[in-house]
């Protein structure tokens, strides 16, 4: 059968074959980038999804609008200004089936074929792909750990002109690094000065370890006039509460979200609104707090419990930024001692000792660094990541 | 902000518009293409997703597979066999966010700028659009009563040489016709003999009135040797359970389902399993058939009643064909007695007596007939049929 010529753009994934091989008994895996199951607020959900069915059965069973469902729109502006994103209204953000859809809808609305994006390198993996199934070509911007380098960045924009920047500026999948507070500023900034585009993808801004982050771009977009109508914003509930709801939002302005919701009318039609009344009535209730304390402690811990094992296991032979949130470590072999240096060799190792991780090469879209690996401790408890790091120096 | 190239091919709908002046207070509208909120099996739906969240919260909650979810794959199966299409295993389908997705997935998949598919006309809105965004260039092939004719599909197959063919056989949107035997046997030839692709779209079979459809184009497949590797299936729990859930299905061959599976993870990663989850306890709890007879029964009313309202109060001023099933009457103003025949004008002037429809013109992808209009009988009681029909005589 003939496909169409945007799929020559993608390929499949190394990583999805490397998941393949997760089934293995006994195998700790690293390799994860979802949360912990164990973390749901199944109770809370429950209560939230029984609380739609007797109070807005219709509305929750019945299509909905492409916009999103206005309960839920409601609640997610509110939940943004609570986090100090000022002046987000309800009609400001339309939901969005998990913030993957936000991407693609992005793609849709604003790429046409050979249309450049600069994305960070590293950046998450369905992004790359995502945005090259609409004809996008990928500049990348190097990341290091204080997030994107805006000098770098700035050099690319006057070079290449995008369509728009794409950044996860807070504890990104893979890099785990946070923009500072210095940088954030000057993407706002050369957002003005070259009238581009950035667009902000936040799914783990909430899941900081001790103080907060620094605020989101969009929280810093009012000190900087003019950058609010260069920004757009994704959030999602998936790392927090349940990537199995699927919803997402997408902050921007007007005329972007007209096209985007013209866009989401054929892709499908809306967000379940059997989720969306279900998360609406979740945050109306007012469990996210607790929920978010809860999943913030546990993640620290663990994060804290890979940060020593690793520097106690593989000492010199790696080199990680220690993550301040997320669920993230990513690190460099160093070939320290005369180790190896190659994450994808070292994967396939560690699977033989009974330990998995992601190498870091994919998750570059141009230019990878072959040395990198994406370690999550999310979903694994302290005992095995002790275990697993102890695995994963055996195999080094 | 300059929008992909993309956009230019589709434009703002004409519905749209026209939905926007329902919310006239004391309007009866036949203008919805939605089944009545009131037939909604709320308690079904309640006992499904509980049982969901305390047998498999993991699995409801989490990320899941891009194919869907197993258990609700096993149980479409079980569902699409049950109906008399032999040989769907839970591999054979994948699920998608409502069957609009899969169309979406097929645009992406197999769709290059200037290739040519064809279409009803009249067809599905989103349909039009969905394909348009992608770069396809619609060709219109001609419904009468008995569906598509399939002497003049012939020669637009052999004149446009088309990446596939889009029809809805089976009580389709917005024509509500039926597919005779013989020409479904005769569409099926006609894939092989031109080895063309034939996209079955498939959200209405189940809501018949009397007896029972001919089989589906997918059923019929067994019988014309060669045509199963040229067909794709879409089914949708959209009209028979909760369009709220977003729970949608494409069958098709190992490798195109493979391909729309990639794009589907760029798309939005996977359908909500929370809503998958819940549909396959609810298909597994043994309720379909008990929730389908009933709304049968009450689709089958309001059609009787409409269709004789129809013939009573506009008489040789319209003419249609009285649906066997699905949502909707369409109809032709005849123009006879020197009465009006454009049915936008009549639109305009019904709302203005209290009574809504939606226009025909812009359900054609080319050479709209205007004299056309869809009624929807699905979401009205009797007594406001009667009385809806009056206004539009009123109107005429």
Redo the contacts between chains.
């Keep these: 059968?003939?496909?169409?010529?945007?799929?020559n753009n993608?390929e499949?994934s190394a990583i999805r074959e490397l998941f393949k091989l997760l089934g293995k008994p006994g195998i700790i895996s690293f390799a994860g980038g979802?949360?912990d199951?164990a973390m749901?607020d199944?109770d809370g959900?429950?209560e939230a999804?029984?609380a739609a069915?007797t109070e807005e059965?219709?509305?929750?069973?019945?299509?909905?609008a492409t916009e999103g469902y206005n309960p839920l729109r409601e609640q997610l502006a509110a939940f943004m200004t609570a986090k100090g994103n000022q002046g987000v209204a309800p009609d400001n953000l339309i939901v969005t089936?998990?913030s993957?859809?936000a991407?693609?809808l992005l793609g849709?609305?604003?790429?046409?074929p050979g249309?450049k994006v600069i994305v960070e390198g590293p950046t998450f993996l369905?992004t790359i792909?995502?945005f090259r199934?609409?004809g996008a070509q990928l500049v990348t911007a190097p990341v290091d750990g204080q997030g994107v380098q805006t000098d770098r960045l700035e050099q690319l924009i006057v070079e290449h002109k995008p369509?728009f920047i794409y950044l996860i500026p807070t504890f990104g999948n893979p890099s785990g690094a946070m923009l500072s507070l210095e940088r954030r500023k000057k993407v706002l900034e050369l957002a003005v000065q070259h009238n581009v585009?950035v667009v902000e993808d936040d799914p783990y801004g909430d899941l900081y370890f001790g103080d907060a982050p620094p605020p989101s771009l969009l929280a810093l977009s009012s000190q900087v006039p003019g950058s609010r109508e260069r920004l757009v914003h994704c959030g999602s509930l998936?790392k927090v509460l349940?990537?199995?709801?699927?919803v997402g939002w997408m902050v921007g302005?007007a005329?972007?979200l007209a096209?985007a919701t013209?866009?989401k009318?054929?892709?499908?039609?809306?967000?379940?609104?059997?989720?969306q009344?279900?998360a609406a009535q979740y945050l109306k209730a007012g469990r996210m707090p607790g929920t978010l304390a809860k999943v913030r402690a546990v993640y620290a811990e663990r994060a804290a419990t890979m940060g020593d094992a690793l520097r106690r296991e593989l000492g010199e032979a790696i080199e990680f930024v220690q993550p301040q949130g997320g669920l993230f470590v990513w690190a460099r072999l160093t070939g320290a001692g005369g180790k190896l240096a190659d994450g994808g060799e070292l994967a396939k190792r560690a699977i033989d000792k009974g330990v998995a991780f992601v190498p870091g090469a994919p998750f570059y879209a141009s230019q990878p660094d072959h040395t990198t690996l994406r370690l999550s401790f999310a979903t694994v408890g302290l005992d095995k990541i002790e275990e697993g790091v102890g695995r994963l120096a055996t195999a080094l």
Excluded: E, W
């Design positions: 059968m003939p496909f169409a010529d945007r799929l993608v499949t979802f949360p199951s749901f199944v959900i429950r999804v029984n069915l059965a219709g509305g929750a069973l019945q299509y909905g089936t998990g993957q859809q991407l693609d849709k609305t604003l790429v046409s249309d369905a792909q995502c199934l609409y369509k585009l998936s349940s990537p199995g709801l699927r302005t005329d972007l096209k013209m866009c009318q054929f892709s499908d039609a809306h967000t379940s609104t059997f989720a009344a279900t």
